[in-house]
């Protein structure tokens, strides 16, 4: 697996693949955005006949698809996440996970119903949905979608808008609803001075009005946060494995690994995005991606 870093442009990632063409590589190749990916998918990739670059962003994926389709070198393809920015450059090299990130993917399976049984108490997660006449799945998606519709008004105004670093207090911990004043004021708290926060508001609210599924806003990242969130309180008592603590950062990391880990053959052959590499094999004899 060759690893590139965010700092390289697309042209360094085409390079890469270029040198390793020329120098007689008959594998193809994989191009994810970053190691979220890889991880997620590498145990299904034929390692023998397909080799994973991580080009570090999607800008990173396209425009490197885009100079190697150029060139005519073959048996390369890009996967990207489905997302507001979208992708200026259309190819048959390109595919795209149909959803905000692959993370949501795996929410999105089985392997999210296989983690949530082994971790939950399931007297708590039976009291928990009961009360709320939701399933936990729908109630994190519903929990996250005020996040996404924030992401969408970033890039709408084009703001640097600074989401790294949420402690979502904003989240409550009994029930999962937001307060959305709370969200908005966390967020515009860590970003830039100079941004007009009525503005911000006032797209927010437009926003918020659209008929957005959730499944397409929602980011894994937050997804995974809000999971932790339930596990602490609503229906589970766990405590953080490193930590002890109920409440710190790590709680995602543990999440977003005990879905990958959950995370099987029969649950990734459920999923859109494998009938889509399948399809690119298809018409892309004899180079191949995964396993078979």
């Given at each position: 697996?060759?690893?590139?870093?965010?700092?390289?442009?697309?042209?360094?990632?085409?390079?890469?693949?270029?040198?390793?063409?020329?120098?007689?590589?008959?594998?193809?190749?994989?191009?994810?955005?970053?190691?979220?990916?890889?991880?997620?998918l590498y145990t299904f990739v034929d390692d023998e006949h397909?080799?994973i670059v991580i080009a570090g962003k999607k800008e990173n994926?396209?425009?490197?698809?885009?100079?190697?389709?150029?060139?005519?070198?073959?048996?390369?393809?890009?996967?990207?996440?489905?997302?507001?920015?979208?992708?200026?450059?259309?190819?048959?090299?390109?595919?795209?996970?149909?959803?905000?990130?692959?993370?949501?993917?795996?929410?999105?399976?089985?392997?999210?119903?296989?983690?949530?049984?082994?971790?939950?108490?399931?007297?708590?997660?039976?009291?928990?949905?009961?009360?709320?006449?939701?399933?936990?799945?729908?109630?994190?998606?519903?929990?996250?979608?005020?996040?996404?519709?924030?992401?969408?008004?970033?890039?709408?105004?084009?703001?640097?808008?600074?989401?790294?670093g949420l402690k979502y207090n904003f989240v409550d911990e009994?029930?999962?609803?937001?307060?959305?004043?709370?969200?908005?004021?966390?967020?515009?708290?860590?970003?830039?001075?100079?941004?007009?926060?009525?503005?911000?508001?006032?797209?927010?609210?437009?926003?918020?009005?659209?008929?957005?599924?959730?499944?397409?806003?929602?980011?894994?990242?937050?997804?995974?946060?809000?999971?932790?969130?339930?596990?602490?309180?609503?229906?589970?008592?766990?405590?953080?494995?490193?930590?002890?603590?109920?409440?710190?950062?790590?709680?995602?990391?543990?999440?977003?690994?005990?879905?990958?880990?959950?995370?099987?053959?029969?649950?990734?052959?459920?999923?859109?995005?494998?009938?889509?590499?399948?399809?690119?094999?298809?018409?892309?004899?004899?180079?191949?991606?995964?396993?078979?």
């Open positions: 697996m060759r690893m590139l870093h965010n700092y390289l442009e697309a042209q360094d990632v085409a390079q890469q693949i270029r040198m390793e063409r020329s120098g007689g590589a008959t594998s193809s190749f994989f191009v994810l955005e970053g190691r979220n990916d890889q991880r997620t397909c080799e994926v396209v425009g490197a698809i885009q100079i190697l389709d150029e060139e005519g070198i073959p048996g390369v393809v890009g996967l990207i996440d489905t997302d507001a920015v979208g992708a200026d450059y259309q190819s048959e090299n390109l595919i795209d996970t149909g959803v905000r990130d692959m993370d949501v993917i795996v929410f999105l399976s089985e392997a999210f119903d296989r983690f949530i049984f082994e971790r939950a108490d399931p007297d708590k997660l039976k009291a928990f949905e009961e009360k709320s006449g939701k399933t936990l799945r729908r109630k994190v998606l519903d929990a996250c979608v005020p996040i996404g519709c924030l992401w969408l008004v970033r890039y709408h105004m084009q703001v640097d808008l600074k989401f790294k009994d029930d999962l609803s937001i307060d959305e004043s709370a969200l908005l004021n966390d967020v515009l708290d860590q970003s830039c001075s100079g941004i007009d926060r009525s503005e911000v508001e006032r797209r927010y609210k437009i926003i918020r009005r659209q008929p957005f599924s959730a499944e397409d806003i929602c980011r894994g990242h937050d997804l995974a946060e809000v999971t932790g969130i339930a596990l602490r309180k609503c229906v589970a008592d766990l405590r953080c494995r490193k930590t002890g603590k109920p409440d710190v950062r790590t709680w995602r990391s543990e999440v977003e690994l005990g879905w990958r880990l959950s995370f099987g053959s029969a649950q990734f052959q459920a999923s859109p995005l494998m009938g889509k590499i399948q399809d690119w094999e298809d018409e892309h004899q004899p180079y191949t991606v995964l396993k078979h």
